[in-house]
């Protein structure tokens, strides 16, 4: 089953236990990246969860695979999302190479180490409904709030991808960084945007460290 544009993106979030099965986790994670798809691990910061991982690419069986036999290598599936990746309807007319990279990525981003995820959507407020707004006006204001993000430059590479009518949010974002604290900058300044700050809805954080799946769960099981 492949999207008829751009790739399936699965956000997968686990608990590690001393009954993981570390070797059955690493071969899962080879063979989605043999199949010809992307895994990007990292370890969970807080209590959400233990492990991330974020697979994408264009067999969205591949993705259900991979989800079926990081589960029966015990680890505990707590949380996950499923979008698919998308160039915005404000984005249109962009060169093709940007169209490119954001249905097609490589990620992770060399030398960016720290991750946040995150889902969010508009709101439909009385007063504040975003999609009551003329799409000029929205045009507008995305425009706006895509410059605050410009400024990240070589610091943040974000990857939006859509979700709507496939899981609760309408939006993943997805946040790649060199140091952590660009996270919390960069999406602390965007919230005073208006296209965010009066009409953007925030579901939970992942914040976590990026790292080989196997050397992830050598820090992470213990005997």
């Keep these: 089953m492949t999207p008829s544009v751009g790739w399936g993106v699965l956000h997968l979030f686990f608990r590690v236990s001393a009954g993981s099965d570390a070797q059955a986790v ?11 798809h992307q895994v990007v691990t990292f370890a969970v910061l807080g209590h959400k969860a233990d492990i991330g991982v974020m697979a994408l690419g264009p067999d969205l069986w591949v993705l ?7 589960v029966a290598a015990g680890l505990e599936l707590v949380s996950s999302y499923v979008s698919m ?4 309807e404000y984005a249109a007319g962009i060169p093709e190479p940007m169209r490119q990279a954001r249905l097609y ?8 180490t720290s991750i946040c995820f995150y889902p969010m959507s508009k709101s439909r407020d009385v007063g504040r409904n975003w999609f009551s707004l003329p799409y000029d006006e929205r045009k507008e204001l995305m425009l706006s709030h895509g410059a605050v993000g410009r400024q990240y430059s070589g610091r943040i590479v974000q990857l939006i991808t859509g979700s709507t009518g496939v899981d609760d949010w309408e939006w993943g974002v997805t946040l790649f960084a060199r140091v952590p604290d660009d996270l919390k ?11 965010s700050a009066v009409y953007a ?22 005997p």
């Design 64 to 70: 259900r695979r991979l989800q079926t036999e990081l």
């Design 85 to 88: 990746t998308e160039v915005s």
């Design 185 to 195: 900058e960069v999406v602390y300044n965007m919230r005073f945007d208006p296209a």
């Design 105 to 112: 990525p490589n990620l992770p981003p060399e030398g960016m």
């Design 26 to 36: 690493g071969t899962a994670v080879k063979g989605a990246r043999e199949a010809g």
């Design 201 to 222: 809805e925030f579901g939970p954080f992942f914040t976590g460290l990026l790292g080989e799946v196997d050397q992830l769960l050598e820090q992470l099981i213990r």
